[in-house]
């Protein structure tokens, strides 16, 4: 396993995380997307720690707080060979102190959180929203004390704007209070907006990008082709309204580039997605998810080779689109790029 400092942090983390999303199984989200226990839950956090897989990301919202107390249990008696990644912000009822990043409910979060984990700190700890009703000052300040009181040795972010980012970090450099040292986001091949904004922000600001969803809300599976049905079982049919919309052209444009360098490899379509990702300025992390080990034995296995040149050249082709203003001048017309060189193309 390759290990990664997160950001400008002091932080190593694993280019490979677990995600416990399929743990618990409670509502219509979760239980479609896997139903592990604890049982199965502690198989799959061996074979991770095995692997050198050793951060485990979940959140309060993640089958009302069941993901968390299964990842805890599964984790019992190796705590200390485990990171613990958690996110709160969420909706947790229907009350006023139910939702946001308000002091009193960080808190409150953090303790629930900490309870459920069986543990006495969370090594990183995320807002998984931008709450507009609270003052960045609030909400940085509230998780500057928690770093200071020993409850988190992290903090980070979850689908933020560049400017809520840009604001928060603002915040934290005036007041001397702790900065977000990682942005959990989505980005794959069919969904490359991730590229546009908030990947010069991260790399200006060095903040590591943790990404979620890497196979494009389980679109990158393999099992998804051109002029084909979506197979019986895909989640697809009761998640794709929660998930990141995909026009279907781009996906069977970037299947199909996936499909050829599969033949070419020997590697699953997976594997070669997550391996893309891998190699792209920013990222931290790629949080894995699966419904069952040979899910993640699979998953496991976009670690340790590279694709080469031509091979992501390919890949870039056939998943990107033009990006909105203000950014597309700066990808086609000379005198914008000379000024501004892009990220990506400048890290190749």
């Known amino acids: ?40 839950a502690r198989r799959m956090v061996d074979m991770a720690i095995d692997a050198g897989v050793t951060m485990f990301d979940s959140a309060d919202v993640y089958s009302d707080g069941e993901s968390e107390r299964v990842l805890g249990q599964a984790l019992k008696g190796r705590r200390d060979k485990a990171l613990i990644s ?10 006023p102190q139910d939702a946001g990043t308000g002091r009193a409910r960080l808190i409150t979060s953090v303790e629930a959180a900490l309870k459920r984990l069986d543990t006495d700190y969370i090594d990183l700890f995320q807002l998984h929203a931008f709450d507009a009703g609270t003052p960045v000052e609030e909400t940085v300040s509230a998780l500057d004390g928690l770093v200071r009181a020993g409850k988190l040795r992290y ?95 781009l996906l069977y444009d970037v299947v199909d580039v996936l499909d050829g360098l599969s033949e070419e490899t ?7 997605a997550l391996n893309w990702l891998l190699r792209r300025p920013t990222v931290a992390s790629v949080i894995i998810g699966a419904r069952n080990e040979r899910q993640l034995q699979d998953n496991l296995g976009a670690i340790g080779w590279e694709l080469t040149a031509d091979q992501v050249a390919r890949l870039d082709k056939a998943s990107a689109r033009t990006a909105p203003y203000p950014y597309y001048p700066y990808e086609i017309q000379e005198g914008f790029a000379r000024l501004n060189p892009p990220l990506v193309k400048a890290a190749r």
């Open 86 to 95: 958690t996110k709160a912000a969420l909706p947790m009822g229907e009350g």
């Open 1 to 40: 396993m390759e290990y990664r400092r997160l950001g400008a942090s002091g932080l190593h983390v694993p280019a490979l995380s677990f995600g416990a999303g399929t743990f618990g199984g409670r509502g219509p989200l979760f239980s479609a997307w896997g139903d592990t226990d604890t049982d199965q």
């Open 266 to 272: 020997g590697k699953t379509v997976p594997q070669i």
């Open 155 to 249: 903090i980070g972010v979850s689908n933020f704007a560049g400017w809520q980012l840009m604001k928060s970090l603002a915040a934290a450099d005036a007041h001397g209070w702790t900065r977000y040292a990682a942005h959990q986001v989505y980005y794959s091949l069919v969904g490359r907006d991730y590229e546009w904004e908030l990947m010069p922000l991260a790399h200006d600001q060095g903040v590591g990008a943790v990404v979620w969803s890497p196979l494009g809300w389980g679109r990158l599976t393999g099992k998804i082709r051109r002029g084909q049905p979506l197979p019986e079982g895909s989640r697809l049919h009761e998640t794709a309204q929660w998930g990141p919309p995909v026009a279907d052209g």
